[in-house]
């Protein structure tokens, strides 16, 4: 009996593994631009999605505090303080500015949606299949200097048979972790138990392992 609980113990581990796995899209990174000038670490980030519909603008503001505050970094979304989002965005830098510094935000984060749908042909059939696809655009700016820091565009396949924002969720912690990985958002400890060094030397790592 105790070999067929730990049994099914593990089959059920390896479906939700299974599940996971497939519901978590693969993102792909068409262009990232970093400011290399800019040595620091923000470490409070008001964080901004212009989706015109406020459960996508929810969704994507709620998916983006959660993925860095894993990395560590506080977070805050910006649909309870600016529910009333200026269109377009890029205009209103100074008043985004000054929201962000009422909060004590050192950078901004904007996402924005650039729509891509994808027509393929089912190879079997031959009929059309619609792959529709996640795009964004992934802006940081510094509060202080309102100047852009990093630039990332990223896009996925969203499959039909998985749920929604347990994709977007995916989509978003990939693209905080390719910021990561470029030296912007960047959390030492994840960096080291990552990669088995720092971005900055297997001292850094060293003294974080003794530390931690």
Same mark, same amino acid.
């Given at each position: 009996?105790?070999?067929?609980?730990?049994?099914? @113990?593990?089959?059920?581990?390896?479906?939700?593994?299974?599940?996971?796995?497939?519901?978590?899209?693969?993102?792909?990174?068409?262009?990232?631009?970093?400011?290399?000038?800019?040595?620091?670490?923000?470490?409070?980030?008001?964080?901004?999605?212009?989706?015109?519909?406020?459960?996508?603008?929810?969704?994507?503001?709620?998916?983006?505090?959660?993925?860095?505050?894993?990395?560590?970094?506080?977070?805050?979304?910006?649909?309870?303080?600016?529910?009333?989002?200026?269109?377009?965005?890029?205009?209103?830098?100074?008043?985004?500015?000054?929201?962000?510094?009422?909060?004590?935000?050192?950078?901004?984060?904007?996402?924005?949606?650039?729509?891509?749908?994808?027509?393929?042909?089912?190879?079997?059939?031959?009929?059309?299949?619609?792959?529709?696809?996640?795009?964004?655009?992934?802006?940081?700016?510094?509060?202080?200097?309102?100047?852009?820091?990093?630039?990332?565009?990223?896009?996925?396949?969203? @499959?039909?048979?998985?749920?929604?924002?347990?994709?977007? @969720?995916?989509?978003?912690?990939?693209?905080?972790?390719?910021?990561?990985?470029?030296?912007?958002?960047?959390?030492?400890?994840?960096?080291?138990?990552?990669?088995?060094?720092?971005?900055?030397? @297997?001292?850094?790592?060293?003294?974080?392992?003794?530390?931690?």
């Amino acid at each position: 009996m105790r070999v067929l609980r730990v049994s099914l @113990q593990f089959a059920a581990f390896a479906m939700l593994f299974l599940f996971i796995a497939c519901a978590s899209p693969t993102a792909k990174f068409s262009s990232i631009w970093k400011d290399e000038t800019y040595q620091l670490q923000p470490e409070k980030i008001l964080v901004i999605s212009t989706f015109k519909n406020p459960a996508y603008r929810k969704l994507f503001e709620d998916a983006f505090v959660k993925a860095l505050k894993g990395r560590r970094k506080d977070a805050v979304v910006s649909y309870t303080i600016m529910p009333d989002m200026p269109d377009p965005v890029l205009e209103e830098k100074v008043a985004i500015s000054l929201q962000a510094k009422a909060i004590d935000a050192d950078a901004v984060l904007i996402n924005r949606p650039l729509e891509t749908t994808q027509n393929d042909v089912h190879m079997s059939t031959g009929l059309p299949v619609w792959k529709t696809y996640i795009n964004t655009r992934t802006d940081v700016y510094d509060t202080k200097s309102n100047k852009l820091i990093m630039s990332v565009s990223a896009e996925a396949w969203l @499959q039909k048979k998985n749920p929604y924002d347990v994709q977007i @969720q995916s989509y978003i912690k990939d693209l905080v972790s390719m910021m990561s990985q470029h030296r912007l958002l960047e959390d030492k400890r994840i960096a080291c138990k990552e990669n088995g060094t720092s971005y900055h030397g @297997q001292a850094s790592c060293a003294i974080l392992k003794k530390s931690g």
